[in-house]
């Protein structure tokens, strides 16, 4: 399928837009590395199109990837809200978001009732999980700029609980000098499906190409290579889903 739909590519080059998101998207030594940058410089060579893949604020890379032909935005999390305003390729990868708290404070959240009684709850407002958790009734969630300040908050002791994703936890907990051995994950609220998230005016046939690429991944092994080189415990039949 993929070599049937070489034909159709458009001359002009592909512009990807990311964030820094260790360990799916970062710069080490001057050299993009993670999970989903690997990934998608795999399709770039099998496809062939001239692309180039640039981190930049999540806002930024946001706006550009709805508005620009011939541009994308990964890991971008699928939801109701978003559908309409891209085209979507994967999905690339599945995590779970959590409540985390910890070892030392004794708090159970069993239930969305137990996390709103916990007192203020720190996440990245620019975060989807933020917007997800103000519908589902949470009035006590404390807004910051970044996963380094929500950790340490949690650290210092202002907050009781933060919410993050699974896939990230880790290196999130890094930056505010913690580890996972320090925290307690409680209740999943929500499931989040990463996708390529291509602009409304690229092609539809490009983007069929990049899916077909990416069937061709996970059916000749190379796409779970590249997931369990950098998350070695993700299983990658639920990642498909």
Avoid: C
């Amino acid at each position: 399928m993929l070599l049937s739909l070489l034909g159709v590519q458009a001359s002009a080059a592909m512009r990807f837009y990311t964030e820094e998101a260790a360990p799916l998207a970062f710069m080490q030594d001057g050299e993009m590395r993670g999970m989903s940058a690997e990934l998608v410089n795999a399709l770039i060579a099998r496809t062939g199109e001239p692309s180039t893949v640039e981190i930049v604020p999540w806002t930024r890379g946001y706006y550009l990837a709805q508005r620009e032909p011939d541009t994308a935005l990964f890991s971008t999390v699928r939801t109701p809200e978003r559908e309409a305003s891209f085209q979507w390729v994967g999905p690339i990868l599945v995590g779970s978001s959590r409540f985390y708290s910890l070892k030392s404070n004794p708090i159970e959240v069993n239930s969305l009732q137990d996390a709103a009684a916990s007192g203020p709850l720190a996440l990245p407002k620019k975060w989807y999980s933020y917007e997800s958790l103000q519908h589902m009734g949470l009035s006590n969630l404390y807004g910051v700029d970044s996963a380094k300040i929500m950790v340490r908050m949690l650290k210092r002791g202002r907050v009781n609980l933060i919410a993050t994703q699974d896939l990230t936890l880790e290196q999130e907990l890094a930056t505010g000098g913690l580890v996972p051995a320090d925290v307690r994950a409680h209740m999943s609220f929500m499931k989040s499906a990463y996708y390529i998230a291509f602009s409304p005016a690229t092609s539809p046939a490009k983007v069929a190409l990049w899916q077909s690429a990416l069937d061709d991944m996970r059916a000749d092994g190379s796409y779970e290579k590249i997931v369990h080189k950098w998350l070695p415990h993700v299983d990658v039949n639920t990642s498909a889903e």
